[in-house]
C-alpha cells in the first residue's frame, strides 16, 4: 500500500498564519523530490503564497550557490529544498551561511529530520524544519513503549526508518488477524477496507491504495532536538523567525 510523500504542510502553514508572502521551492531532479516540489508549488499556491523560485538542480551536484544565488536575489521568506541525499541538504544550508542568504524559515525534506543531518552541521542546522510521518515523542499507540524497547535492544534511539517498519509488521499482522489468511488477494482485500491506528498514527486508504488516514507532522531543530511544532497542541512552539546568519 501507497504512503503520502512528505510534504511541507506544516511548514507552508506556519509561514502563512505568520504572515510571510513569499516561497522559494528547489529540488533534486529524481522521483521523489520532483513529486513534493510539485505539490509544495500547488499547497503554495492554494495558501496565497507567492513562489518567486521553482528550480530543479541535477543529481549528484555538489555547488549549489547558482541556484541559491537565484534565491537570494528573489529574496523569499521561506525555502524549501527537496532531496534524498542527505548530503545535499548538509551543503545548502552551509552554503547558505557562506553566502549570508538569510530567510525567515528554512525547510529541508525529507532528511532534514535524521540525527545525521544535526551531526553534521551542527548549531547551524538549528531551526530548520522538516516535515515527518513519525517522532518518537507523539503520543500514538504503542509508541513510547516501542521506543523504549528499541533503545533497549540497540542501545540507541530509533530513526524514522526504524518506526517505518515496525508500523508496516503491525499493518501486515493486522490484516492477516483479519484475513485469516496469509493469500496475498485477500490480504489485500482486508488491507482495503482496514482502519486502525500504528505507531505512526491512523492508517486507511483508498480504493487505489493511497495512504488517507495518515497525517504528518512538522519538526524543527531546537537545542539540537527534533521538536514537533506542528500541528498546534502536540510539542513545542516553533521559533520563528530564523535569525539571520550574523546574528547567530
Known amino acids: 500500500m501507497r504512503r503520502s510523500i512528505q510534504r511541507p504542510v506544516g511548514a507552508l502553514d506556519l509561514a502563512a498564519r505568520n504572515g510571510l508572502k513569499k516561497v522559494a521551492i528547489i529540488n533534486q531532479d ?22 518567486v523560485v521553482f528550480e530543479t538542480y541535477p543529481t549528484g551536484t555538489r555547488d549549489f550557490s547558482a541556484i541559491l544565488k537565484k534565491v537570494q536575489d528573489a529574496a523569499p521568506d521561506l525555502l524549501i529544498a527537496a532531496a534524498v541525499r542527505l548530503d545535499d541538504h548538509v551543503a545548502i544550508i552551509r552554503e547558505m551561511k557562506g553566502m549570508n542568504l538569510d530567510t525567515k524559515m528554512v525547510s529541508s ?9 544535526y551531526q553534521q552541521l551542527g548549531k547551524d542546522a538549528e531551526f530548520v524544519y522538516s516535515a515527518t510521518f513519525w517522532e518518537a515523542s507523539l503520543p500514538n499507540p504503542g509508541n513510547r513503549e516501542f521506543v523504549a524497547a528499541y533503545q533497549k535492544e540497540f542501545n540507541r534511539a530509533p530513526a524514522v526508518q526504524s518506526a517505518n517498519s515496525y508500523a508496516g509488521c503491525q499493518i501486515f499482522a493486522e ?33 487505489r491504495g493511497f495512504q488517507t488516514g495518515q497525517k504528518a507532522v512538522t519538526i524543527q531543530w531546537q537545542d539540537g532536538k527534533q521538536a514537533v511544532v506542528w500541528p498546534d497542541g502536540l510539542g513545542s512552539a516553533p521559533r520563528f523567525p530564523t535569525p539571520n546568519w550574523a546574528s547567530r
Open 30 to 51: 529524481a522521483l521523489l523530490p520532483k513529486a513534493v516540489a510539485n505539490t509544495t508549488n500547488e499547497l503554495a499556491k492554494g495558501k496565497s503564497l507567492d513562489v
Open 109 to 117: 525534506l525529507p532528511y532534514g529530520l535524521l540525527p545525521e543531518f
Open 175 to 207: 490484516a492477516v488477524r483479519q484475513a485469516g489468511t496469509t493469500d496475498s488477494e485477500k490480504l489485500r482485500e482486508a488491507l482495503l477496507t482496514l482502519k486502525t491506528k500504528t505507531i505512526l498514527g491512523d492508517f486507511a486508504v483508498d480504493q
